[in-house]
């Protein structure tokens, strides 16, 4: 079981990025997926999460209005929208998956998670 996150990279402050996540099974469709991050020396943070309807989505208040959790089912990928980026978005970003129907911001309930793609923003 995997998660395959790509799509970082570096821009400049006010630029915009878009994160995917595909899963390597079919089965993550019905699962909550999530996006973390990790900033050099800080803990991993949760970013956004997304429910499998899509229907519901849960942001961090550092990311509320700038950022964007998506998921296509029938690709089997789920994505970050990251607009007007900051130097404080610099970091690893995470895709995880949470297999329980409880959306949460505590990263020790997901179950699943990709090897990180690095975000690196220039002011």
């Known amino acids: 079981v995997q998660l395959q996150a790509f799509g970082g990279g570096l821009v400049q402050a006010g630029d915009s990025l878009r994160l995917s996540c595909v899963p390597s099974?079919?089965?993550?469709?019905?699962?909550?997926m999530g996006w973390f991050r990790q900033a050099p020396g800080k803990e991993r943070e949760f970013v956004a999460a997304?429910?499998?309807?899509?229907?519901?989505?849960l942001y961090a208040d550092s990311v509320q209005g700038r950022f964007t959790i998506s998921r296509d089912n029938t690709k089997n990928a789920v994505y970050l929208q990251m607009n007007s980026l900051k130097p404080e978005d610099t970091a690893v970003y995470y895709c995880?998956?949470?297999?329980?129907?409880?959306?949460?911001?505590?990263?020790?309930?997901?179950?699943?998670w990709g090897q990180g793609t690095l975000v690196t923003v220039s002011s």
């Open positions: 997304i429910r499998r309807s899509g229907g519901t989505t």
């Open positions: 099974e079919r089965t993550f469709s019905t699962y909550i």
């Open positions: 995880a998956a949470e297999t329980s129907p409880i959306i949460s911001m505590n990263a020790k309930r997901y179950d699943y």
